[in-house]
Structure formats: C-alpha cells, structure tokens
C-alpha cells in the first residue's frame, strides 16, 4: 500500500468524485440535514487528504446532499445519546473534528465551499475552513452552539471575528439568528450569491423569504433548482485549474496565517473544555430538547443559580451519605438512598 498514492472509493457517509481537474466531496446525510457523524469526520478528512495528495485534482469543491443543507454541523441525536453519556469520549470526537478541519485548511489546494442550503453551527465552520464559497440564494448561515448547551470553538468563535468583524461574530454566536444570503455576501461570509428559486420555471433574484419558503415545499409552481449554483461553481473552479499549483499552495499558506494563529492557540483549550462541560446540565437540556423537538428550559437553570441551587448538577452536588449503609456521593436533592432505599434529606 502507497499512502501517498492509493484511492479509497468505498466510502459509507459521502460521495468523492474526480473530473476535469476538480474533486468533488459531498457529505450525504440528507435525512438529517447533512449533520456529520464521528464515522463520517473520518472520512471527510481521508478525502480531503486524497483530494491533497492527488496531481491530478487542482481544486476542491465541498457540498451536501441535496437543496436543503450544506450542512448542519455535529449530528446533535448522536450528542444526546452518546457523549451526554460519556462526556470524555466527546474529547476523542473533537481530536477527529479537529483533523476534519485542518484536513480543508491544510490541502494546499483551493476549497470551494458549494452553499446549496442552510450551513449551521459546524457546518459554518466548515464552510470557512474553505477558501471561497459561493451560496444559492435560498440557503442561509448561522451558529447554534449557545442555544444548545455547547460553544461554537470549533471554528465560529476564532474565525468569525476575522471574518465579518467582532461585532458582527458576537451577533451570530450569542443571538443564533439566520444569516440571509446576501446579509451573508455583504458581511464577507461568502464570494457570491446566485439564484436558486424559480417561479413557474424561470429564475427569481432576490427572492421573499415567503418565496422561499414556497419553492422548499414545491407549492404555487415555485420550486429549487442548483443548477446556476453549479454553473458558477464550475466556473470559478475552472479560473482557478488556471493558476500555478506552487503559487496557489503558497498564497493559501500565507493567508492562512491569522486563521491558523486563532486556531491553534485556541482548539486545545476547546476541546477540552467542551468535554468537561459535557457533563453538566446545560448541554444534557439544550440537546434534549432538540431531539424532542421542544424549547430548552433556559430560565429554570438560571432561576436555580439565582436561588442558591445547582445549575450544573441535575439532582444538586454529590454531597450526602446515607446514614444507613454509608454510601457516599450521593446527589444534595435525592430523598432517599439509591443503594439501599433509607430515607435521607433531599433539599430539592
């Protein structure tokens, strides 16, 4: 076996395609919106390393599955269900995150990001660990991470401030609005916006997000269609085939330099404290409720702060011992012992 030269094609979670020059990677997860799972990680950053390594690909183009999502960051089910449960195994799934990113960051090829529906939470900080990124007009961006008990640190938070400016970076991490395309365009989020909504089969500029809204369902003739997104894709894919390899490799070193010194001085301290923090409550509530597809309770953890009570530990501290059969750690709020059922002084 070559490293340098061998190509795996049995991928599970994503499609690799080659042609004229340019690979193609698409996650294709569009049951969940293109959400990424730790299987999936690992081979996205297996085939931006085979996109690297590859002479005969000169660009790189990275989509999603279908005309709702580029995608949609971590598979937040998965979260829920496995690392809530064993929170330093979430430390092990931020060291593969981490090579995903930099697998992009450090192809030494231009990586254009194909915008071919919402990219949220990481799937933003995917789209800016590319170089360009063209958006069809229906899809938007935005970060997620403080209205689900996480921290948008796997890119949002470094690359965001040097992207669309401090003001602006704190506006879509702390209010977890929708970025529009253009909004998207004008605050240098991406290159290029193209149409994407059709109206009884032609093209519509600048459509309402009721328009919008019309064409996702398929309703009164309106409809989606990426084929202008492909178009400029191609074309800007092209320009850059155009380019010689060494300068292209160069210039992206180079300019890499603020986001690489944001990230490395900051993905360490990330990952291990979103891993800690995956223990507390936070993150237990924020994602359950996601999965139940319910609002988080946000105010009942801040009401307990405010009364004296644990906002981290569901059932308060480990702080009691049963008088009976003297276990210890047992949480401030239980009333009874979870070993032997004696009767304690729950404070809940």
Same mark, same amino acid.
């Given at each position: 076996? %070559?490293?340098?030269?061998?190509?795996?094609?049995?991928?599970?979670?994503?499609?690799?395609? =080659?042609?004229?020059?340019?690979?193609?990677?698409?996650?294709?997860?569009?049951?969940?919106?293109?959400?990424?799972?730790?299987? @999936?990680?690992?081979?996205?950053?297996?085939?931006?390393?085979?996109?690297?390594?590859?002479?005969?690909?000169?660009?790189?183009?990275?989509?999603?599955?279908?005309?709702?999502?580029?995608?949609?960051?971590?598979?937040? =089910?998965?979260?829920?269900?496995?690392?809530?449960?064993?929170?330093?195994?979430?430390?092990?799934? /931020?060291?593969?995150?981490?090579?995903?990113?930099?697998?992009?960051?450090?192809t030494g090829k231009p990586v254009i990001?194909?915008?071919?529906? /919402?990219?949220?939470?990481?799937?933003?900080?995917?789209?800016?660990? @590319?170089?360009?990124?063209?958006?069809?007009?229906?899809?938007?961006?935005?970060?997620?991470?403080?209205?689900?008990?996480?921290?948008?640190?796997?890119?949002?938070?470094?690359?965001?401030?040097?992207?669309?400016?401090?003001?602006?970076?704190?506006?879509?991490?702390?209010?977890?609005?929708?970025i529009p395309a253009y909004q998207a365009?004008?605050?240098?989020?991406?290159?290029?916006?193209?149409?994407?909504? =059709?109206?009884?089969?032609?093209?519509?500029?600048?459509?309402?997000?009721?328009?919008?809204?019309?064409?996702?369902?398929?309703?009164?003739?309106?409809?989606?269609?990426?084929?202008?997104? %492909?178009?400029?894709?191609?074309?800007?894919?092209?320009?850059?085939?155009?380019?010689?390899?060494?300068?292209?490799?160069?210039?992206?070193?180079?300019t890499n330099f603020w986001k690489n010194?944001?990230?490395?001085?900051?993905?360490?301290?990330?990952? %291990?404290?979103?891993?800690?923090?995956?223990?507390?409550?936070?993150?237990?509530?924020?994602?359950?409720?996601?999965?139940?597809?319910?609002?988080?309770?946000?105010?009942?953890?801040?009401?307990?702060?405010?009364?004296?009570?644990?906002?981290?530990?569901?059932?308060?501290?480990?702080?009691?011992?049963?008088?009976?059969?003297?276990?210890?750690?047992?949480?401030?709020?239980?009333?009874? @012992?979870?070993?032997?059922?004696?009767?304690?002084?729950?404070?809940?």
């Amino acid at each position: 076996m %070559d490293v340098l030269t061998d190509r795996k094609t049995d991928f599970e979670e994503i499609f690799y395609e =080659k042609k004229n020059w340019v690979a193609r990677i698409t996650i294709n997860r569009p049951f969940n919106y293109n959400a990424y799972s730790t299987n @999936c990680l690992e081979e996205l950053a297996t085939a931006f390393r085979q996109a690297s390594f590859d002479d005969e690909v000169a660009v790189i183009v990275y989509t999603g599955a279908g005309d709702r999502a580029f995608c949609t960051g971590g598979d937040v =089910k998965e979260y829920q269900e496995r690392y809530t449960r064993s929170p330093h195994d979430y430390w092990k799934y /931020m060291k593969l995150f981490g090579a995903y990113i930099e697998s992009i960051v450090n192809t030494g090829k231009p990586v254009i990001a194909r915008l071919n529906g /919402m990219a949220v939470g990481g799937g933003n900080e995917s789209q800016m660990a @590319c170089d360009l990124a063209i958006i069809a007009e229906h899809a938007w961006i935005g970060q997620v991470g403080s209205g689900v008990g996480s921290v948008a640190a796997g890119g949002a938070t470094q690359w965001l401030p040097i992207t669309v400016g401090d003001r602006r970076a704190r506006y879509i991490l702390m209010t977890n609005r929708r970025i529009p395309a253009y909004q998207a365009l004008d605050w240098g989020l991406v290159n290029e916006v193209v149409p994407s909504v =059709k109206k009884d089969g032609e093209f519509i500029v600048k459509a309402t997000p009721e328009q919008i809204k019309l064409a996702q369902k398929g309703k009164e003739g309106y409809s989606i269609d990426l084929s202008m997104l %492909d178009e400029a894709t191609e074309k800007l894919a092209q320009e850059l085939v155009d380019k010689f390899a060494e300068c292209i490799r160069y210039t992206k070193e180079q300019t890499n330099f603020w986001k690489n010194l944001a990230w490395h001085n900051t993905i360490g301290h990330a990952r %291990d404290w979103l891993s800690i923090h995956y223990s507390s409550w936070e993150p237990m509530e924020g994602m359950s409720a996601f999965v139940e597809k319910r609002p988080p309770n946000y105010r009942l953890l801040r009401q307990r702060a405010a009364e004296g009570k644990s906002s981290e530990f569901i059932w308060g501290p480990y702080t009691q011992t049963c008088p009976n059969c003297d276990a210890k750690n047992i949480p401030e709020y239980f009333e009874f @012992c979870g070993a032997c059922g004696a009767e304690l002084n729950g404070k809940g």
